[in-house]
Structures are given as C-alpha cells and as structure tokens.
C-alpha cells in the first residue's frame, strides 16, 4: 500500500522536542509541508519544517497562528494536536492549579486548535484531525487523576468532533501511545527492575518508540483511512491486553 502525502499541510503542535519532534520530521519525509507549533524551539530549527511560536491554551494565540499558516500555505489538511503535558499526584495532594493546568493544555489546546482549524477544512471538504490521548485514558495509574481525565476528555472530545465533521469528509481520531521514553516521563532512567516491572505489561516486551506512533499517524493522515473517524486507537504493544503478558516470555 502507498500512503502518498506528498505536499499536505500537516500542522503538529507541541512539536519543539519528544514525540512531537520526531512526528514533525517524520512527515516532511513524506514529502509534507510541516509547521510546528510550541512555545519555543531549539536555536537550530529542525530541517524543512516551519516553526511557529503559539500557546495552545490562548485562544488569540492559536487563532493568530492558524491564520498565519493558512496565509503562508493556503490550508491545513492535517492537524495533530500533540500538545501535552503530565500532571502526577493523588487526589489528596493535587492542587488545583496544577488540575487546571493539565486540563488547560491536554484538553483546551486540543479544543482550541481544532476549533480553528475545522473552518479551514470545511471549506477545503477534507482533512484529517490526529488527537493524542493516552493508555492512561484505557487503564489509569494511580497518582494520574489529572492525566488519565485529560486525556479521556479528549477520547470524548474526539468522538464528538468526528461526527459534526463527518459531513464535509473530515474524519477525526485519537491515538494511545503506551510507554515512549520521554524526558517527561523518564522511563529509561528508571532503575532496571522498575523498567522490568513496566516492561512485563506490554505484550510485546520492548520500549516503544515515537516512530512506532508515527506509523500510525502517517496511515491515519492518508487517504487509506477516510472511512476511520471517531476511534481511539491503541498503539500501546498491547500493554494488558492480558492479565499477565510477561507469562508468555517466561514459558
């Protein structure tokens, strides 16, 4: 199967670093026109990709920045809101900032983007919106209330969009990456029985890469997955898909 995107506007945000980094790239080799959005960026810009500065909880921010991209390349066919950031914490001990927080940036940014790239899609009769959730939005962890409500949010948000945009041929979908090792999360800094103890969830029993998830974001961005909306698809190596995965390496 070849998936051509070949000249798509593809917008990623949160892209200056992580996963959103390594999406934004992965779709200028598909022959994308890529613009980031973050706060800031590394001083050495990342090859073919057009960097802009925007702050996806501003509604003026992100509506300046969506304009600015519709004036320079004329639509966007593709947005990923990647835009995320982790909140840890029991109920007792979070704060409500730090609450408020977390639901500002994973749920209002991907509001927010979305609602001011749907206008330029429907007027184009196409396009792909790529909403990252989270395992955590399957089966939560404790000390994650914060982050897995986010990003279940954001699974409902989803299914929501994919219908009232169904009509104009848009289709939206939202992805569950697993366990990618991240400066956020630190997975790979973790002592080696701690990683072992993670490991064992996965039914297959390796990290997962961010090329692991753009896979599946490629996919989900071509014309191969217009009659898929309104999903969450896991892209998680199967973690918990049984009790006990880690059973199967020990047999």
Same mark, same amino acid.
């Given at each position: 199967?070849?998936?051509?995107? @070949?000249?798509? /506007?593809?917008? /990623? @945000?949160? &892209? ?5 980094? *390594?999406?934004? !790239?992965?779709? %200028? @080799? $598909?022959?994308?026109?890529? /613009? ?15 960097? %802009?500065?925007? !702050?996806? #909880?501003?509604?003026?921010?992100? +509506?300046?920045?969506? !304009? ?6 004329? #639509?966007?066919? *593709?947005?990923? =809101? =990647?835009?995320?950031?982790? *909140?840890?914490?029991?109920?007792? $001990? ?18 927010? /983007? ?21 395992? &955590? &939005? ?20 989803? +299914? ?10 848009? @289709? *939206? =979908? ?10 956020? =999360?630190?997975?790979? $800094? ?17 990290? $997962?890469?961010? !090329?692991?998830? &753009? ?37």
């Amino acid at each position: 199967m070849h998936l051509d995107l @070949t000249d798509r /506007v593809v917008l /990623v @945000t949160g &892209a200056a670093r992580g996963i959103g980094a *390594v999406l934004a !790239d992965r779709f %200028v @080799t $598909e022959g994308c026109r890529v /613009v980031a959005l973050d706060l800031a960026f590394p001083d050495a810009p990342t090859t073919g990709v057009d960097q %802009v500065r925007c !702050d996806v #909880t501003d509604p003026a921010s992100v +509506r300046a920045a969506v !304009d600015g991209v519709v004036a320079r390349h004329g #639509t966007v066919d *593709v947005l990923v =809101n =990647n835009a995320g950031i982790n *909140v840890e914490g029991t109920v007792a $001990e979070l704060g409500w900032d730090a609450w408020r927080r977390c639901m500002d940036v994973n749920v209002g940014g991907t509001f927010l /983007v979305a609602q001011a790239v749907a206008p330029v899609m429907q007027a184009a009769g196409r396009g792909r919106i790529l909403n990252a959730a989270s395992f &955590a &939005a399957i089966v939560p962890s404790v000390g994650s209330a914060a982050y897995a409500a986010s990003k279940s949010a954001v699974v409902a948000f989803t +299914r929501v969009l994919a219908s009232e945009l169904g009509p104009w041929g848009i @289709t *939206v =979908n939202a992805y569950a990456p697993g366990m990618v090792p991240t400066a956020m =999360n630190g997975f790979a $800094e973790m002592p080696s029985a701690a990683q072992d103890r993670l490991l064992d969830t996965l039914s297959i029993r390796r990290w $997962e890469s961010a !090329d692991d998830v &753009a896979d599946l974001l490629v996919f989900l961005a071509s014309d191969a997955a217009g009659y898929v909306t309104g999903t969450l698809v896991d892209v998680s190596g199967g973690k918990l898909a049984t009790q006990i995965p880690a059973k199967a390496y020990e047999r």
